[in-house]
């Protein structure tokens, strides 16, 4: 009675079977093998749905079994036509895996192909590239070592430039100290004439003082009474 059930299983197991497309063959390097790519989810899901649909029937044809006469030899039937069903299944998961594996793998030597191919690709640039920094180098090496030559022949100008230098700044300095010198003596001058200007200003203040005495002692000597007569005779 299940026959016809089983191949319905049958056709469904064979229904999941992938729908191949093209993966990036563009990149690819001549001779990498290109992987295909497939829906491996949907795979399994399809067949978990077989699985599920196989139990199904499996326990509707058992339920039915109780209802014949020999039970046990409709059960046992019905088992056998489910465990060929899950059999199939199992094998076809089990072939889902390995494609997955093989498709994983593929694709991870195609990859590591077209990396090979365009470090390869890209080889003669960096060659021209590292050519390119040593020449470079060397020039800039050659350039040091021109200004350390002109710098060692440049020396004893340098050294005479120096001295010269050494002996104008000694003469400045000389110059500065003097100039110093000759500033603090004239400052001690100007406070010197300051000084004597005031003694001769003291000077004079005590003469006129002593002039201003006199004058005012002849008055007194002229008038003995010391004193003005009176305009009104008392």
């Not at 509707?60 to 060929?84: G, H, M, P, T, W």
């Not at 199992?90 to 694709?107: N, Q």
């Not at 195609?110 to 080889?123: F, K, T």
């Not at 003596?185 to 003291?202: G, L």
Request: net charge positive; glycine share 4%; aromatic share 6%.
């Amino acid at each position: 009675m299940l026959r016809p059930l089983l191949a319905l299983s049958l056709l469904l197991a064979a229904a999941i079977a992938p729908l191949s497309t093209a993966y990036a063959q563009a990149s690819a390097p001549q001779g990498a093998e290109v992987p295909v790519k497939r829906d491996f989810e949907g795979e399994r899901k399809a067949i978990g749905d077989a699985r599920a649909w196989t139990n199904y029937r499996f326990a509707l044809a058992e339920r039915e079994c109780y209802s014949k006469f020999l039970v046990n030899r409709c059960i046992e039937k019905a088992q056998d036509e489910q465990r060929a069903e899950l059999h199939v299944l199992r094998k076809r998961e089990l072939d889902v895996g390995d494609a997955e594996r093989a498709y994983k793998a593929a694709t991870r030597d195609r990859e590591q192909a077209i990396r090979r191919a365009e470090y390869e690709a890209g080889q003669p640039g960096r060659a021209a590239n590292e050519a390119a920094s040593r020449a470079a180098y060397d020039r800039k090496q050659q350039e040091q070592q021109l200004r350390d030559a002109q710098r060692a022949a440049d020396a004893p100008s340098r050294a005479a430039n120096a001295q010269a230098f050494q002996q104008k700044q000694a003469d400045f300095d000389a110059r500065v100290k003097e100039a110093q010198q000759k500033g603090a003596e004239q400052a001690r001058q100007r406070q010197e004439n300051v000084k004597a200007f005031e003694e001769k200003q003291r000077q004079a203040a005590e003469r006129q003082k002593a002039l201003d005495e006199r004058r005012e002692n002849a008055k007194q000597k002229q008038n003995p009474g010391g004193s003005t007569p009176s305009p009104f005779g008392f």
